[in-house]
C-alpha cells in the first residue's frame, strides 16, 4: 500500500467502506476501522504498521492544508 486510496480499497476486501464527506475526517475514520480490525486480529502486525503510517501521513498533509 502506498496511498489513501489504497488503504480504503483494502478496508473494502473487509467489507468498510468509509465516505464521511470531509476528507480529513475520512482519514480519522479510516484508522478507527483499522484499529479496530487489528484488535480482532484480522490484520497482520506489518499491514497494521504500514497503514497507520500512511494514514499518519495522509492527516498530516490533510491538517496542513486546512
Known sequence: MKNFYDVLQFLKT???YVHVGKRLWDI???AL???NLFRADV???KDY???K???ENEHR???CRA
Open 28 to 30: 480519522e475514520v479510516a
Open 53 to 55: 503510517l500512511i494514514l
Open 14 to 16: 473487509f467489507g468498510v
Open 49 to 51: 504498521s504500514s497503514i
Open 61 to 63: 498533509k490533510e491538517e
Open 33 to 35: 476501522e483499522v484499529d
Open 43 to 45: 490484520i497482520s502486525q
